[in-house]
């Protein structure tokens, strides 16, 4: 068995179809770092089950897809397909050859396909069990696989080691026997739960079917027996209610005559309490005319009061402000003398200030003078300094440049000659390598046309698949996904049939009842009769709440009949809604007046038949569907929380202000159901229809993609065959010309090189004799500016002296000037002050004398107004005794009238007693009437509610002979209610939940023994790989140290179980002691020594148990090229058993191939592969 054949599409940076054909021996795949040829690894891992994308160097599915380039468009999927050859039957599977393929799309989606049919991952990963190939095994070794042998992590460690055992394909099976025995264990502890529960539900039940069959025999007796009883007592109370309404029409008359009796009398005692009434307005009126005057007479003389007291503290005031005033005057005449002295301190002093001032100036002048003078000085002897000191850096420099330059002109001539002489050699070369360019070139050009005549036709002919599969492709894309589509939406139908079918969401008590049929005039659950907008549905549930449960009947017979059968078998309470009796109470759109905006009224957003308009509108009418919770608020304070308000998402606003919301759980989809049933089977019906089109233009595509990929498979052969030959002239050709390239850009380097030589040399001999002349005069100007400095600082010298002694008399008068300012200023605000006091005296005296004048004013106005006062009292004194006069007369008028009153009030009383006796003589008739209708109700509700029966019903089984025994018919009674709560639902529940307790009992019985086997089957999976794991390992350890030493050429390396008793799960120690070194720990090894030890111990698992076939990418990498030949011979060795593909870029492991594919990327972002035999294409080996 071998891997006979790669085929690649789409896949990474494959986008063209790719077929590699491996043979068996050692297959080398090269290409330049980029070119893709670690996509072919990454291709069979994924193809054999990889299911981590980072694993593929990528972050999701669509990654391992073809992305485009900006000559190529993106692919919707790739799809990598694997042949392996199982002519000697390795693989259980009748067939020579076995095709894995894989497939993923775009959109996440992802299939597997075995020999061209559909399969799971697992069947897979089955046909691959014990062989060491697949993603976990050891065929495919990447560098990553190196580190996972070498890790820290054991059961990274363990994979390999358990694969390489035998024991995976154990491993696995226990995995499954696991799976199955948990998944047992669950399915028994739920029938256990099923069983036990329909087991306590047995017994009981066949108590209650035999009591309920002995209870309709007893209760068929009865009621003969009761009923003729009920119509005997009805047919008594209709004779006596005759003569009772009798009686009552006479009491009725007396009555109607006593009303209009007291109606004349009352009559009476109204007119005279009209009269009473005005003569008590006009008291009232009067006893307030003669407290208003009271009020205003107290208030004049407070108001006299005030005056008086006003005038008393206007006088004080007077006598105050005058004292104030000549208190001010004499402060005013001592502050006037006081600034007169100071104004003339204030004269002396300025004039002494004015002839400093001027002293201090003439002095100040003739020092800045001197200063400005020895700034001038000193600033010319430092820029005499700087210019001596760049005199004698630029001498340096001068000095410098001139023993470089002769060193230069000497090195020039010498390198001259050398390079005349190297032009010469190189000349001769040029002409050799251009003749054989020559030669190269035609025969180039000659196989460059052939290829491009073909490939233009290969090109034609591979758009053309393109497109035919790309078209094929969508095709079967568009047939899957409808076919998925198609499964799920029966899912779903299925699904919301069923619930349909049995109720799905309801109690039980109306489950039961919608089930019986032989139930008159039950017309369904208010959630079954409307139809409700898929956007409403959440507010319609949430506002319905338990109406939904509801059930809608023709009248309260039917309701009451349905009552019944749910109370005789304890089934539970329904709500019954009788479309006879309940009206409708819609709010008028009217009597909304409000500003927030609403959706409507919740009774118009649904559909119904109108049959059930009233009770929607008794339910819904007055319920306002809005937006949200906010608007809702607003809505209901405006409205003044009358009405109930659901919002979209559910939460309710009841009337009176309470508000309902949070998570709502919808009740088994009542509302919604029927909406997604007509959904889903619209869908099915056109899904259907769409799929037989889209498989009658696959057919037709299929023939066209076969006859392309022949003529294509033909052109290929071509192509492939110039393209080895063109590969190999354009490496020779790219050769020769770098060389020629090479030779001439070396001769122009030499010639430019020569030509700087002569000009450097020139330049050198001119900047000599420059140099030497600037030196000289540099001389000159350091002596002249020596002789200045020493000039300039004698004059220095004499102008300090003279600046100094200047300035000693300047501080002495500037101190002086100090001192006389201060005194000076001091007197001047001693002016300012007293000033601005007087200015404030005279203000306040000026206010004084403006207030005095006011208060004497104001003294003689509040005297002329307590005469005013006084008078006005007097006439309101006068008004008051005339007002009391006229109460009194008024008082005894009112008297009289209330004893005529009272005369009246004695005979209405008289009247009243006579009627109340009447009216309680026609009450208690009345009540007799009630009692005697009341009583008739009760016989005709006892035939209905005990035997669904109206009168007229019992009536037809009316019998006038019968004798009714009164206590025989209670000694039936006594015996039905000795019987207890009867079921008679469970007759029927008895033998169907009987049915229910054998079928489990069988399916408990089956689980129980299918563990028993399970378990057994586990413990024997364990005991195999624990004495296969045994076995193989010890001899995968004698391997590891022979592989160790023929690949260190030397040294010991060791394999070992740390915990014997725990083979299965124990970890597995890795020493190593390369040659001429101690006993190490793996992590003290170099990298090269790491890498070499991990890939003996693969080898060592090769040796025990070969795989068919082993892919190594880059696992030699770290390798030195010493330990690569040593690797490169034992490949060779292995590859008898083993066919091994190494992704490489060593020169020693390609030596070593029979084979060589290369990878390159003629094209950007897009990998090509060649084909050639090594020892037909030993130059292509040069080249990569």
């Given at each position: 068995?071998?891997?006979?054949?790669?085929?690649?599409?789409?896949?990474?940076?494959?986008?063209?179809?790719?077929?590699?054909?491996?043979?068996?021996?050692?297959?080398?795949?090269?290409?330049?770092?980029?070119?893709?040829?670690?996509?072919?690894?990454?291709?069979?891992?994924?193809?054999?089950?990889?299911?981590?994308?980072?694993?593929?160097?990528?972050?999701?599915?669509?990654?391992?897809?073809?992305?485009?380039?900006?000559?190529?468009?993106?692919?919707?999927?790739?799809?990598?397909?694997?042949?392996?050859?199982?002519?000697?039957?390795?693989?259980?599977?009748?067939?020579?050859?076995?095709?894995?393929?894989?497939?993923?799309?775009?959109?996440?989606?992802?299939?597997?396909?075995?020999?061209?049919?559909?399969?799971?991952?697992?069947?897979?990963?089955?046909?691959?069990?014990?062989?060491?190939?697949?993603?976990?095994?050891?065929?495919?070794?990447?560098?990553?696989?190196?580190?996972?042998?070498?890790?820290?992590?054991?059961?990274?460690?363990?994979?390999?080691?358990?694969?390489?055992?035998?024991?995976?394909?154990?491993?696995?099976?226990?995995?499954?026997?696991?799976?199955?025995?948990?998944?047992?264990?669950?399915?028994?502890?739920?029938?256990?739960?099923?069983?036990?529960?329909?087991?306590?539900?047995?017994?009981?039940?066949?108590?209650?079917?035999?009591?309920?069959?002995?209870?309709?025999?007893?209760?068929?007796?009865?009621?003969?027996?009761?009923?003729?009883?009920?119509?005997?007592?009805?047919?008594?109370?209709?004779?006596?209610?005759?003569?009772?309404?009798?009686?009552?029409?006479?009491?009725?008359?007396?009555?109607?005559?006593?009303?209009?009796?007291?109606?004349?009398?009352?009559?009476?005692?109204?007119?005279?309490?009209?009269?009473?009434?005005?003569?008590?307005?006009?008291?009232?009126?009067?006893?307030?005319?003669?407290?208003?005057?009271?009020?205003?007479?107290?208030?004049?003389?407070?108001?006299?009061?005030?005056?008086?007291?006003?005038?008393?503290?206007?006088?004080?005031?007077?006598?105050?402000?005058?004292?104030?005033?000549?208190?001010?005057?004499?402060?005013?005449?001592?502050?006037?003398?006081?600034?007169?002295?100071?104004?003339?301190?204030?004269?002396?002093?300025?004039?002494?200030?004015?002839?400093?001032?001027?002293?201090?100036?003439?002095?100040?002048?003739?020092?800045?003078?001197?200063?400005?003078?020895?700034?001038?000085?000193?600033?010319?002897?430092?820029?005499?300094?700087?210019?001596?000191?760049?005199?004698?850096?630029?001498?340096?420099?001068?000095?410098?440049?001139?023993?470089?330059?002769?060193?230069?002109?000497?090195?020039?001539?010498?390198?001259?000659?050398?390079?005349?002489?190297?032009?010469?050699?190189?000349?001769?070369?040029?002409?050799?390598?251009?003749?054989?360019?020559?030669?190269?070139?035609?025969?180039?050009?000659?196989?460059?046309?052939?290829?491009?005549?073909?490939?233009?036709?290969?090109?034609?002919?591979?758009?053309?698949?393109?497109?035919?599969?790309?078209?094929?492709?969508?095709?079967?894309?568009?047939?899957?996904?409808?076919?998925?589509?198609?499964?799920?939406?029966?899912?779903?139908?299925?699904?919301?049939?069923?619930?349909?079918?049995?109720?799905?969401?309801?109690?039980?008590?109306?489950?039961?009842?919608?089930?019986?049929?032989?139930?008159?005039?039950?017309?369904?659950?208010?959630?079954?009769?409307?139809?409700?907008?898929?956007?409403?549905?959440?507010?319609?549930?949430?506002?319905?709440?338990?109406?939904?449960?509801?059930?809608?009947?023709?009248?309260?017979?039917?309701?009451?009949?349905?009552?019944?059968?749910?109370?005789?078998?304890?089934?539970?309470?329904?709500?019954?809604?009788?479309?006879?009796?309940?009206?409708?109470?819609?709010?008028?759109?009217?009597?909304?007046?409000?500003?927030?905006?609403?959706?409507?009224?919740?009774?118009?957003?649904?559909?119904?038949?109108?049959?059930?308009?009233?009770?929607?509108?008794?339910?819904?009418?007055?319920?306002?569907?809005?937006?949200?919770?906010?608007?809702?608020?607003?809505?209901?304070?405006?409205?003044?929380?009358?009405?109930?308000?659901?919002?979209?998402?559910?939460?309710?606003?009841?009337?009176?202000?309470?508000?309902?919301?949070?998570?709502?759980?919808?009740?088994?989809?009542?509302?919604?159901?029927?909406?997604?049933?007509?959904?889903?089977?619209?869908?099915?019906?056109?899904?259907?229809?769409?799929?037989?089109?889209?498989?009658?233009?696959?057919?037709?595509?299929?023939?066209?993609?076969?006859?392309?990929?022949?003529?294509?498979?033909?052109?290929?052969?071509?192509?492939?065959?110039?393209?080895?030959?063109?590969?190999?002239?354009?490496?020779?050709?790219?050769?020769?010309?770098?060389?020629?390239?090479?030779?001439?850009?070396?001769?122009?380097?030499?010639?430019?090189?020569?030509?700087?030589?002569?000009?450097?040399?020139?330049?050198?001999?001119?900047?000599?004799?420059?140099?030497?002349?600037?030196?000289?005069?540099?001389?000159?100007?350091?002596?002249?500016?020596?002789?200045?400095?020493?000039?300039?600082?004698?004059?220095?010298?004499?102008?300090?002296?003279?600046?100094?002694?200047?300035?000693?008399?300047?501080?002495?008068?500037?101190?002086?000037?100090?001192?006389?300012?201060?005194?000076?200023?001091?007197?001047?605000?001693?002016?300012?002050?007293?000033?601005?006091?007087?200015?404030?005296?005279?203000?306040?005296?000026?206010?004084?004398?403006?207030?005095?004048?006011?208060e004497e004013h104001e003294i003689i106005k509040l005297q002329d107004s307590i005469a005013t006062e006084e008078k006005e009292k007097e006439n309101l004194t006068k008004q008051l005794g005339d007002s009391n006069r006229n109460l009194e007369t008024r008082k005894i008028a009112k008297d009289d009238l209330k004893n005529s009153f009272d005369e009246i009030n004695k005979e209405l009383k008289t009247i009243d007693r006579q009627h109340i006796e009447l009216k309680e003589s026609l009450f208690k008739v009345g009540g007799r009437l009630e009692r005697l209708k009341t009583s008739q109700d009760t016989y005709i509700n006892k035939l209905f509610e005990q035997y669904d029966m109206t009168l007229v019903q019992a009536l037809e089984i009316k019998d006038e002979d019968l004798d009714i025994d009164r206590k025989f018919l209670e000694s039936l009674k006594r015996e039905i209610r000795s019987l207890g709560n009867i079921n008679i639902g469970s007759i029927k529940e008895y033998e169907e939940i009987k049915e229910r307790y054998d079928f489990y009992s069988e399916q408990k019985q089956d689980l129980e023994e299918s563990m028993e086997e399970i378990e057994k089957l586990i413990h024997t999976l364990e005991e195999n790989m624990k004495s296969e794991f045994e076995i193989k390992f010890e001899e995968i350890s004698k391997n590891f140290k022979y592989v160790y030493k023929r690949l260190f050429g030397g040294g010991c390396g060791e394999l070992t179980i740390l915990d014997k008793e725990n083979l299965l799960e124990s970890d597995i120690l890795i020493t190593a002691q390369p040659p001429g070194k101690k006993m190490k720990n793996l992590n003290l090894l170099s990298g090269g020594e790491k890498a070499l030890t991990a890939i003996s111990i693969l080898f060592a698992i090769l040796i025990t148990k070969p795989t068919p076939f082993c892919i190594l990418d880059e696992i030699e990498a770290p390798l030195d090229d010493a330990n690569i030949f040593r690797f490169g011979e034992f490949l060779k060795d292995l590859s008898k058993e083993t066919q091994f593909i190494s992704v490489t870029h060593r020169r020693g492991t390609m030596e070593a191939a029979d084979y060589i594919y290369g990878v390159t990327m003629q094209e950007k972002a897009i990998s090509k592969v060649i084909s050639l035999k090594l020892k037909e294409a030993q130059e292509i080996t040069d080249i990569i």
């Open positions: 068995m071998y891997l006979k054949r790669l085929e690649l599409k789409g896949f990474k940076s494959f986008p063209v179809k790719t077929d590699i054909i491996f043979k068996e021996g050692i297959t080398a795949i090269v290409g330049p770092n980029g070119s893709g040829k670690s996509n072919i690894s990454d291709a069979v891992r994924w193809v054999l089950g990889e299911q981590s994308i980072k694993s593929l160097r990528g972050d999701k599915l669509e990654d391992v897809i073809f992305a485009g380039t900006d000559t190529k468009k993106p692919m919707n999927y790739c799809e990598v397909a694997l042949t392996i050859d199982n002519s000697e039957n390795q693989l259980e599977l009748d067939f020579t050859e076995v095709t894995i393929r894989r497939r993923a799309y775009r959109n996440g989606e992802s299939e597997f396909f075995l020999n061209n049919k559909s399969c799971r991952l697992k069947d897979i990963k089955e046909v691959f069990l014990d062989t060491g190939i697949g993603k976990d095994g050891y065929s495919i070794i990447e560098q990553g696989k190196v580190d996972e042998i070498l890790s820290n992590n054991p059961l990274s460690r363990r994979k390999v080691f358990d694969e390489a055992c035998g024991i995976s394909k154990y491993r696995y099976k226990k995995q499954e026997a696991e799976r199955n025995l948990s998944n047992t264990k669950e399915n028994l502890e739920r029938i256990d739960d099923v069983y036990i529960e329909i087991e306590n539900q047995l017994k009981p039940l066949f108590n209650q079917q035999t009591k309920a069959k002995k209870y309709l025999e007893i209760s068929e007796k009865l009621k003969i027996l009761e009923v003729n009883s009920f119509i005997r007592e009805i047919e008594g109370i209709e004779k006596e209610l005759s003569e009772v309404n009798e009686h009552r029409k006479v009491i009725e008359k007396e009555l109607n005559e006593k009303e209009e009796q007291k109606n004349v009398v009352e009559k009476k005692q109204e007119d005279i309490n009209k009269e009473v009434e005005v003569l008590q307005d006009v008291i009232e009126k009067s006893v307030d005319y003669i407290n208003s005057i009271k009020g205003v007479i107290s208030k004049k003389e407070s108001q006299i009061n005030l005056i008086k007291e006003r005038i008393r503290n206007f006088t004080n005031e007077i006598s105050r402000k005058n004292l104030e005033i000549n208190d001010i005057k004499e402060k005013l005449n001592e502050n006037k003398q006081y600034i007169k002295e100071l104004e003339s301190n204030k004269l002396s002093g300025s004039e002494e200030l004015s002839t400093l001032q001027e002293n201090i100036k003439v002095l100040e002048a003739s020092k800045d003078k001197q200063k400005i003078k020895l700034e001038s000085l000193n600033n010319e002897i430092e820029l005499l300094k700087e210019s001596i000191i760049d005199i004698l850096n630029k001498k340096q420099e001068f000095s410098n440049k001139l023993s470089t330059l002769n060193a230069n002109k000497e090195n020039m001539n010498i390198r001259d000659e050398n390079i005349n002489s190297e032009i010469t050699e190189l000349n001769k070369n040029i002409e050799i390598k251009s003749s054989e360019l020559d030669t190269i070139n035609k025969e180039f050009n000659m196989q460059n046309e052939n290829l491009k005549n073909v490939n233009n036709r290969h090109k034609e002919l591979s758009i053309n698949l393109q497109d035919s599969i790309s078209e094929h492709n969508k095709l079967e894309d568009e047939i899957q996904k409808s076919k998925y589509n198609l499964n799920g939406y029966n899912s779903k139908l299925n699904v919301y049939i069923d619930m349909e079918n049995h109720y799905e969401g309801f109690n039980r008590g109306v489950k039961e009842v919608l089930k019986n049929k032989n139930l008159k005039g039950v017309h369904g659950a208010l959630g079954q009769i409307i139809n409700v907008p898929e956007k409403y549905e959440k507010s319609i549930e949430a506002a319905l709440g338990a109406y939904m449960q509801n059930i809608i009947t023709d009248n309260e017979f039917s309701a009451k009949s349905a009552i019944n059968y749910l109370k005789q078998n304890n089934l539970g309470r329904v709500t019954f809604l009788p479309l006879n009796i309940i009206k409708s109470n819609k709010v008028s759109l009217g009597n909304l007046k409000a500003n927030t905006k609403f959706i409507g009224i919740a009774s118009d957003l649904i559909t119904f038949d109108e049959k059930y308009r009233n009770i929607i509108e008794n339910i819904l009418g007055r319920t306002i569907l809005i937006n949200n919770i906010d608007e809702g608020i607003k809505f209901a304070k405006e409205t003044g929380h009358r009405f109930k308000i659901v919002t979209l998402d559910g939460e309710i606003l009841n009337p009176g202000g309470s508000l309902t919301g949070g998570s709502l759980k919808t009740n088994g989809n009542i509302l919604s159901r029927k909406r997604y049933i007509n959904e889903y089977t619209e869908k099915i019906s056109n899904i259907k229809n769409e799929i037989s089109h889209l498989e009658l233009k696959r057919e037709s595509l299929d023939k066209d993609v076969k006859n392309i990929k022949n003529e294509i498979d033909s052109h290929e052969s071509k192509i492939k065959d110039l393209e080895k030959s063109i590969i190999i002239k354009s490496t020779s050709i790219k050769n020769v010309e770098s060389e020629i390239e090479s030779l001439k850009g070396s001769i122009t380097k030499l010639e430019n090189e020569k030509n700087d030589l002569n000009s450097n040399l020139n330049y050198t001999l001119e900047k000599s004799d420059d140099v030497r002349k600037d030196m000289e005069e540099l001389d000159d100007l350091y002596n002249k500016n020596k002789e200045k400095i020493d000039a300039l600082n004698e004059e220095i010298k004499r102008y300090n002296d003279l600046y100094d002694k200047e300035k000693s008399e300047f501080d002495e008068l500037n101190l002086s000037l100090v001192k006389k300012t201060e005194a000076y200023n001091s007197i001047v605000r001693d002016i300012k002050r007293i000033s601005g006091e007087n200015c404030e005296l005279e203000e306040k005296n000026k206010q004084l004398e403006e207030s005095l004048n006011y």
